[in-house]
T-cell receptor, first 114, second 115 residues
């Protein structure tokens, strides 16, 4: 079975500071990995995804993530936080194959201080 | 515009009163799924459908039913809602094509309260 661990439930950073949201996964086969963002009272929006190839993945709004197989990690980063980045962030994993089920982490709420 | 729509967006009901939450997508996606989101638990899959007339249970199917009679629609049915089904529900769809890596598109959510 696959699983996703997002340590902590809340991260607070100052505007302009580095954003680092951690994600570790377990999967018996090479996974597809995703980061989704949920703004208040909205649905989930895809930030970025890793499938195959380059391990450093760039997404929307200046976010990027690096797939590290040896560490089973897919941490999300952004060099400089903006106030508009305040949201809840979910890491998700799915196995390659026919069933498209996503297994989500519990989510991390990002706050950005002025 | 490519999108997943859900109705209603907000619903307050009473225990035992049957309800249906509709989900529709206009992207000709084969795969559709329902999730519920609860604080501290993330999103958990309720049911999914690989194609018309093909459905299967997810992680938390108890108390829910689904049907897939048309490719675009995937309604979620609560025959006898209970307070523990108070949650935020999301419908999602994706293509089964490898090129898309099964990226899932989410609806705006339905906030259900059962009293």
């Amino acid at each position: 079975a696959q699983s996703v661990t997002q340590l902590g439930s809340h991260v607070s950073v100052s505007e302009g500071a580095l954003v680092l949201l951690r994600c570790n996964y377990s999967s018996s086969v090479p996974p597809y990995l995703f980061w989704y963002v949920q703004y208040p009272n909205q649905g989930l929006q895809l930030l970025l995804k890793y499938t195959t190839g380059a391990t450093l993945v760039k997404g929307i709004n200046g976010f990027e993530a690096e797939f590290k197989k040896s560490e089973t990690s897919f941490h999300l980063t952004k060099p400089s936080a903006h106030m508009s980045d305040a949201a809840e962030y979910f890491c998700a994993v799915r196995r390659t194959g026919a069933n498209s089920k996503l297994t989500f982490g519990k989510g991390i709420t990002l706050s950005v201080r002025p | 515009e490519a999108q997943v729509t859900q109705n209603p967006r907000y619903l307050i009901t009473v225990t035992g009163k049957k309800l249906t939450v509709t989900c529709s997508q206009n992207m000709n996606h084969e795969y559709m799924s329902w999730y519920r989101q609860d604080p501290g638990l993330g999103l958990r899959q309720i049911y999914y459908s690989m194609n018309v007339e093909v459905t299967d249970k997810g992680d938390v199917p108890e108390g829910y039913k689904v049907s897939r009679k048309e490719k675009r629609n995937f309604p979620l049915i609560l025959e006898s809602p209970s307070p523990n089904q108070t949650s935020l529900y999301f419908c999602a769809s994706s293509s089964r094509g490898q090129a898309t890596s099964y990226e899932q598109y989410f609806g705006p959510g339905t906030r259900l309260t059962v009293t």
